[in-house]
T-cell receptor, first 114, second 112 residues
Framework: AQSVTQPDIHITVSEGASLELRCNYSYGATPYLFWYVQSPGQGLQLLLKYFSGDTLVQGIKGFEAEFKRSQSSFNLRKPSVHWSDAAEYFC????????????FGTGTRLTIIP | DVKVTQSSRYLVKRTGEKVFLECVQDMDHENMFWYRQDPGLGLRLIYFSYDVKMKEKGDIPEGYSVSREKKERFSLILESASTNQTSMYLCASVGLMTYEQYFGPGTRLTVT
């Protein structure tokens, strides 16, 4: 069975600093990979996704993620965070050519300090 | 703009009550999902539906049932609510083979 690990429960970053959120997955082959963001009081929004090809993926709101097969990782990055990036971030995987079911990690809560 | 709506943002029910949570999408999506979200546990799939009147159990279906009579509407039913079903419930829909799930704003259910 596939699984997703987000080792950091809570991260605090200063506004303007760079950010990296970690995600590791367990799957027999290369899954489809996703990052979602949940702002306070809202549903989840897709930031970016990886299916195949270029391992560096650009998303919305200035985020990017890099797929590293050797490390079974799909870490999310942003060069300079803004106060509005404070939210909870979820990594997710799906079986390629499956039924669109996602398996989510437990999430990382991001706090931004001025 | 794509939209997934849920019938209530906040709901308070008593133990033993039958609870209906409704989800409506306007994107003509085939697949719809119900998750519950709990702190430290992330999102866990309760049920999903890949077509009208079709459903499959997710990872935590116990205590829940679902109904999908129309393509745009997917209902989650708690037959007899219990306090351990106090949670945030999120609905999502996704078009066939796109994998991009669109989420509703969630219903925070409290069972007392």
């Amino acid at each position: 069975a596939q699984s997703v690990t987000q080792p950091d429960i809570h991260i605090t970053v200063s506004e303007g600093a760079s950010l990296e959120l970690r995600c590791n997955y367990s799957y027999g082959a290369t899954p489809y990979l996703f990052w979602y963001v949940q702002s306070p009081g809202q549903g989840l929004q897709l930031l970016l996704k990886y299916f195949s090809g270029d391992t560096l993926v650009q998303g919305i709101k200035g985020f990017e993620a890099e797929f590293k097969r050797s490390q079974s990782s799909f870490n999310l990055r942003k060069p300079s965070v803004h106060w509005s990036d404070a939210a909870e971030y979820f990594c997710a995987v799906a079986r390629p050519l499956g039924n669109e079911k996602l398996t989510f990690g437990t999430g990382t809560r991001l706090t931004i300090i001025p | 703009d794509v939209k997934v709506t849920q019938s209530s943002r906040y709901l308070v029910k008593r133990t033993g009550e039958k609870v209906f949570l409704e989800c409506v999408q306007d994107m003509d999506h085939e697949n719809m999902f119900w998750y519950r979200q709990d702190p430290g546990l992330g999102l866990r799939l309760i049920y999903f539906s890949y077509d009208v009147k079709m459903k499959e159990k997710g990872d935590i279906p116990e205590g829940y049932s679902v109904s999908r009579e129309k393509k745009e509407r997917f209902s989650l039913i708690l037959e007899s609510a219990s306090t351990n079903q106090t949670s945030m419930y999120l609905c999502a829909s996704v078009g066939l083979m796109t994998y991009e799930q669109y989420f509703g704003p969630g219903t925070r259910l409290t069972v007392t």
